[in-house]
Structure formats: C-alpha cells, structure tokens
C-alpha cells in the first residue's frame, strides 16, 4: 500500500507505535504499518495527529490535502526524499539517447 488514502469526513490518522491508524469517532477503522505507506492523501474534513504527521515525515512518506472534488490543496513533504537517488538516475537516463529509442 504505498499510498494511503482516507476521504471520510470526520476520519483522523494518528499514530500509535509503528502504525498509523485511522479513526472515526475514536474507533480505529484501519491500521497500517508506518514503513508501508509512501504517500498519504486526506480528504476535506479528514484531521492528523502532530505525531503521525510527525511519523510520516521520519519515514520519508508525504502527505496531500484535496477538496471535495479532489482537487490538491497543499503537501507536506519531507526535507530529504528517499527518492533522490532513483530521480537522478532516471534524468540521466532520459538523456541517453540509445536508452530512449529502446523503451
């Protein structure tokens, strides 16, 4: 589950050891390891614990915010993505010609 996804108005993450649950009226509706998610996508009306934001942001997983129609707010994202590595190599490999005409 690389992106998790709660869109249910009045739904909060929170974490708890290394998990993050999600909650609606103080009832965990799911629970996901915190080294599981890439990603996580909040619904208008959804909330977030500080510590799971927190979580989030030590594991190297971002955080959106859409509107009702799914529409992108803000992010949150973390100072040093775990990706860096991959993009750099992608970059150079779009520029390798041979590389290109074979994919």
Known sequence: MPTLYVIEPGARIEKEYHRI???VEGE???SVPLRRVTHVVLGRGVGATTPALRALLREGAGLSLIN???RLEG???PAEAK???LRQKQCK???DAAFC???
């Open 75 to 77: 992010m949150l994202i």
């Open 21 to 23: 649950l999600v909650t």
């Open 28 to 30: 965990v509706i799911r």
């Open 68 to 70: 009702q129609w799914g």
């Open 83 to 85: 990706n860096i590595p």
């Open 101 to 103: 005409l074979e994919v």
């Open 93 to 95: 490999q779009a520029q």
